[in-house]
Structures are given as C-alpha cells and as structure tokens.
C-alpha cells in the first residue's frame, strides 16, 4: 500500500489485522512491526480497542525488538550454529549506553587506538559514538565488520590523504576489537544481534513457523537485513503487506532506493487515496518542490493541480533575530484569527536558542522543543540517587560532593536551596566520610523538625541497606520505603525506572562490576525522549525530528530557509552512512555526488514537511547568518519558483 505522508497508512495496517482476523487467522499468527515503540504501544492499544473478545497474544514490535525476540527464542539453534557465543542461558543484548561503554573499553585496551586517533578532530567520546554507529549501520545492511574500513577507505574523495585513509582502515579493527570484547563477556551488542538474526535466525524452518503474517508500517524505512526478511517471507509463502510512505527514508540505516524497487518489482501494490482533503492544494506544492530541487524525484501518487495555486508567504529579516521577531509577528496575527498554538510549528535546520527566546517572549506562549535525548547524567534526580547510592555503598569508594549532598537532600526531602545548604553545612563531614546525624544541624527550626524527621529516616534507612543487595533492587526498595510522595510525577518515575534498568543490565550483562561501570554506563545513557506536545503549545523543531515524531499543523514555517544546514552531509565525522549500505555503488564519493545525495535526501525531507501542512507555508530567511556571514542559499528561490513555473 503506498500512500501520502500522514495520508492513513498506519490506519490501513490496522485494517489488513482485521481482515485476517475476520478470515480467521489467529493473533499470535500474525506480526505487525511499527515505526518504534511509541507507534507499536499505539497501535496495540488501536487493535485491543477493536476487538471486544480479544484473546491471545498481540505481536506489535519494532524491527529491532522482534529481531532480538526472535534470536532469544531460537537461542539454542543460535548457540548450535554458533558455539563461539559460549553458553548462556539467553541472549544479553547490549542497549545504546553499555555498547559505548565497551567501545571506550575496547579502544583503551588497544595500543594504537590513541595514536590513531589524535588528531582526527573528534573528542573521544564522538569516536566512540562514530566506531558503534558505524558498525550499526553495517550490520543492519548485512556488511561484515571487516569490509567497513576497506568500504570507507574505497569512497573517500581524497585517495592521497594517507591520515584519513589509515582512521577510516582502524575503524573495522574497532568495531571487531569491540565485538571480541563484548562477546567474551557473554554479550551481544545490538549491531551482532542484527547480524546474528540475518544469518542465523532467518535460516531456520522453526522461525518460518512461528508466524504467518508479516505486516510491516513505514517500509521506506526498513535497513537491507529486513528487506532480505521480506523476500523469504514471499518465498516461503507468508503474507506480506508493506505501508509504503512516498518521500519518507530519513534513517541513517534504510535503504530507501532498494526499498522502492521492491515494492515495485517484487508486490501488487496499490495507492492509499484517503489523505486529508484540506491538505491536497499542499501536497501539489509538496510535489512541485520536490521535483523542482531533484528532478529525478519520483512520486507515484496521483497529484490534480489545485484552483488557486497555493503561494508560499516569504518572511525576510536583516539578522536571524529580525527574521524570528518577523515570525513571531506573523504568528500573533495567525492566533488573532483564532487558530490555535498547536496547529502552527516552525521547522529549523538548528533549534537556536536564542531564536527560541525571541518567539516565546514576543507571543508569550511556551514552545515545544522536541530535543535529542539529554544524558542521564543532566537528570537532577539521576545524579540525587547515584548520591545516595554512593552513600548506601561505602565499600565503593565513592563519597558525595558538598554540591551533590546539597542537591540530594532539597530533591530527597523536598527541601528550598536556603534550607537544603544550611542542612548539607551542618551534616556533611567530608573527612569522616559521611553525614552526620540530625543532632549536628544547629538551627533545627530553620530547617523544619518534620523535614529533620524524613533526614534521619533516610540516612538510617542508607546505613541499614544490605551491602549483598544488588544497586537495583536498592534502589526499588528506596523508592517504596520512603520516596513515594517525592517521586511521584510520571516524567521522575520514569528516569527513576530507566536507571533501576540500566543497573540491572549492566549487572546481568558481566561488561563489570556494577560499582566501577554504572557511573561511566550513565555518560552514554539518555533520557526518555519529550512527550508529544499539548494543543495549546507551538512546535519548534528540526525537519527529521519533526517527521519521526509524528507532527503536523495547519501553518508551517521554515525557518531560515538560505542556510546549507538544511542538506545534510553524507560524510559524519569518519563514516559515510550510504557507503555502508548496499545502495553505493562502489565510486568515489567525490563532491558531485555527496550534492546529488544531498539533493535527494532534501527533496524528500521537503516533501514530507510540506505534506505536513494543510493550510499555509511561510518561508523565512535572513541576509546575515547567526554568525554576521551573508546567507547565499538558493532554496528559498527554488521553492517559490515552484509554485511560480505552474501559474
């Protein structure tokens, strides 16, 4: 089923489970894989509410974790097939942080890591990040680790920049380094899972005959390994139905070409004609301004040329400043008219701050900013329980800071910074390593008795703890015997959740001691992401981050719309992500075809925005760039001639 962005293609998985429901396939039959877990948990709850009677387990996943369901049920074939994985009783898949974590590791062992990478311009944790990222994609394309430097090596424009060439060559030696690394531990990393599911999982008649159905949202953005997935089910006789979303493959690891040529070559597929009317003036121009930035743009989708054509609104603006005061002005007559604050967004190629600050301080209205996850580490309340961790564990080591007491206590009692610093002055004693009990507070009224009661409570409660107990289950007992009226909003007891998580992996997974490796885990680990937004918020954020979420509004603004931030580079710090997917060809990635890439993946993310939009489309621009440089950019000519080439 191929269809508009936001056009109903969710809507038409959901119906293809009621038909084989209705012709009596059973539900544990039948997989559904969802764009990620916030779509997956949507779309059981969708399907739970459509059937009265529901019985039987509802299989809706991602890609990702119906690979590792999978390799974790057919564990003892893995392990037969194999037997370098040693012996556990069932998989330990690393998550993001604890992968990191045995990167950092990894390299520290290696001698020549430090030399290697000195003068590569990245800080060490960016390398860290770039050696997983780049294994990642490899696998999730059925690429050995061990191609990945030669792949690199092969496409870099410069075939006489010997430095670039040996970083790009380590890269396979890192990532293998890496694997051997986590592997002897009894691990997997989520890179190997992958690997393992594509050439192991898929190969056995017992996984073919766990399932017969296969429906699959959002394919545009499936990775090489489950596209080979889809033509064995076709082989071995399984339905199939693809949601096929026109202009969408954003992800580093899709292979969006290759997942066109599917559809097209290798399914009966049909055009989901039932997207928004309101909408239908801004998909033409969607489609007009996607051919006209990438002529070989290809939209299959019956497009009418609407009556009156649909006209961008051009917002200028001397300084970036002056072009978000000009939106901000453009916005309040909108509101004047009484369209609502959720129904308007602006899309940036960077979320400026500063920008930020002017819009909100002009319409006095907050803005929702979906931001990439924040580390853990950021999270008062994270670095408030490691704290008490520390102090529930003396055989550690470790002892809280003044600054971290003081934090510890106003979070943990509820306490204002004026009596939280007068309590951590009276009771931290940094020499005997320990806090005081309530007897050496000076001034007990200035702090509270009640206050000094919960103090006591805790500090005995901290001495009392079990030192065999695990940190994650003392941190579930802490929460139940004396933090239930602290943490008690759902955004807190979801990063309290999140930490007990990752110290209950850690400690299962054997990477090390929980002690010595929680505290480097968290540098890696990330916080929930934002929630969706109110209807009475204004979204502002960047093209990517705004198509995965799910947005849409009535009003767009694209927001400096000349800067060069809009067309992302193929190269990322030392990997290019299509060269580690099986859509390169083999060349040279040379500065033509870095633009031609560049293009594409433009074309298609403004098409996607546009899509996005059901009203207006205003696009903004500046003479100056936030750093006082002349904008040259063309896109904003590009797009409004669009438009004009049709009237």
Known sequence: MVGWPRGGLSGACLERYRELMATGVAPERIVVLAAGREEAQRMSARLEGAFERFAGPLRVETWMSFAVRMLAEFWGEVLGREPTLGTTFEPVVLDFALTRHCVERACALCPDHEARFENCGLKEERVWDQIASAAWIACTSGISLEAVGERLRAAWPDGEDTQRLALLGALSCCARRTRDYIRERGAIDAAGAVELFGRVVMGLDAFWGSFDHLVVDRAEDSCAVALDLFGRCQERGKGLFLAYTVGGGGLYTGVPQLAAEFVVRRTRFRYLDRPDPAGEALRWLADRIARRIHPEFKNPLPVAVPDPIPQPVLLEGQTVIDAAEAVAAAIRALLATGV????????????????????????????????????????????????????????????????????????????????????????????????????????????????????????????????????????????????????????????????????????????????????????????????????????????????????????????????????????????????????????????????????????????????????GLHLVRSALSARGEANSGQLDRLILSAAERAI
């Open 340 to 615: 609502l604050p959720g129904r308007i967004a602006v899309v940036a190629p960077l979320i400026d701050a500063p920008v930020a600050t002017v819009i909100e301080s002009v319409l006095g209205l907050p803005l929702h900013t979906p931001r990439p996850p924040a580390s853990l580490l950021q999270q008062p309340l994270v670095r408030t329980l490691l704290s008490a961790l520390d102090l529930a564990y003396p055989q550690w080591g470790r002892f809280p800071t003044f600054g971290e007491v003081r934090l510890m206590l106003g979070l943990l009692l509820d306490l204002d910074p004026v009596r939280a610093e007068l309590l951590a002055a009276d009771v931290f004693d940094p020499v005997g390593r320990v806090l005081r009990s309530r007897e050496a507070v000076r001034y007990p009224e200035r702090v509270g008795f009640e206050k000094l009661d919960r103090y006591q409570d805790l500090i005995d409660w901290l001495a009392d703890n079990p030192q065999q107990d695990a940190p994650d289950c003392t941190l579930g007992r802490l929460y139940t015997d004396l933090l239930t009226e602290v943490i008690c909003e759902p955004a807190d007891q979801q990063l309290l959740f999140e930490l007990m998580g990752i110290a209950r992996r850690l400690r299962l997974s054997g990477i090390a001691a929980v002690p010595q490796g929680l505290g480097a885990v968290l540098r890696f680990a990330h916080a929930p992401p934002t929630r969706p937004p109110a209807s009475d918020r204004l979204v502002f954020s960047t093209p990517w981050s705004y198509i995965n979420q799910g947005f849409a509004a009535d009003y767009q603004f694209w927001f400096d719309i000349t800067s060069e931030r809009w067309s992302r580079p193929s190269w990322v710090g030392l990997y290019n992500h299509r060269v580690l997917t099986p859509e390169w060809d083999g060349c040279r990635y040379d500065y033509q075809r870095d633009q031609n890439s560049r293009t594409r993946r433009l074309a298609r993310t403004l098409f996607n925005l546009c899509c996005r939009t059901s009203r």
